[in-house]
């Protein structure tokens, strides 16, 4: 995105889950997004270092994606598809151009201009976003690096966002839920186990446990039981329905659109 000579300052390089009653493990859906892309294939041992790298990107809080020189997503951890208001699977494809406005629109084009001309440097981009229409506006830094084999021509990029606190919007209200969240629940409520209800939902295991470890601590209780419960309490899910299903917007509290 911009090399030093361009006048932008490169920067040097920087369990038990709910079912059982403990706490839940966070995750996203990062690992069957690469599963799923050609990119996935190799030698075994390769695959087996891949793997790895799914699995601590599926646990890091920090907002990551992984994504081609022209932005366009391949791999999103939970952090990062929570500031889309999706699901890790709904980013690929995407563009972070699509979501992050750069404060200095003109820097996208240095950078790209500076990374066709071989530099591997780490590139800061401030940048404002809102997570859903309407929404209340955030702003932070995304930091570009250049990934991959030094021959590659363009290079992968690993993108890093940092949350201004100061310009995060107030946390949700401890009822509202994204449909994501009472579409798990109402699985849940059904008896779906943590595999089922990722193979409904196009999550992983990790992605799944993501979602209930939050909603376990926005609601402080503890076990999928007590989740449940607590839905029905709060009017998450319907009364008198079974198969149990999500409660209309306005009888389950302010919920967010979402997938």
């Given amino acids: 995105m911009d090399g030093a000579t361009d006048g932008e300052a490169p920067q040097d390089g920087t369990g038990g889950s709910p079912e059982d009653g403990g706490a839940p493990q966070d995750g996203t859906g990062a690992a069957q997004e690469c599963a799923g892309s050609p990119d996935a294939s190799g030698p075994p041992k390769v695959s087996l270092f891949r793997g790895y790298f799914v699995m601590l990107l599926d646990r890091i809080p920090t907002p990551i994606a992984v994504c081609r020189a022209d932005g366009e997503v391949l791999i999103a951890n939970p952090a990062m598809a929570a500031q889309w208001g999706a699901a890790p699977g709904q980013l690929r494809g995407r563009n972070l151009l699509d979501r992050f406005r750069p404060r200095d629109r003109a820097q996208v084009a240095r950078i790209m201009e500076a990374l066709r001309l071989g530099r591997r440097s780490r590139y800061p981009v401030e940048v404002r976003w809102r997570t859903t229409p309407g929404g209340p506006e955030q702003q932070g830094e995304l930091t570009i690096d250049p990934v991959g084999d030094a021959s590659a021509e363009p290079p992968a990029l690993l993108a890093l966002l940092r949350v201004d606190p100061g310009a995060a ?5 401890p009822t509202a839920t994204s449909p994501v969240e009472a579409r798990i629940l109402a699985l849940a409520a059904g008896g779906a186990t943590t595999a089922a209800i990722g193979s409904a ?3 992983t295991v990790d992605g799944v446990n ?3 470890t939050r909603l376990a601590r926005r609601w402080r209780v503890q076990g999928r ?3 449940v419960a607590k839905a029905y309490v709060l009017g998450v899910l319907a009364p008198g329905r ?7 917007p306005e009888a389950g509290g302010p919920q967010p659109p979402g997938p």
């Fill in 201 to 203: 939902l196009g999550l």
């Fill in 225 to 227: 039981t007590a989740l």
């Fill in 169 to 173: 919007p107030p946390a949700p209200p």
């Fill in 210 to 212: 993501y979602h209930l």
């Fill in 242 to 248: 079974w198969p149990p299903a999500p409660a209309a």
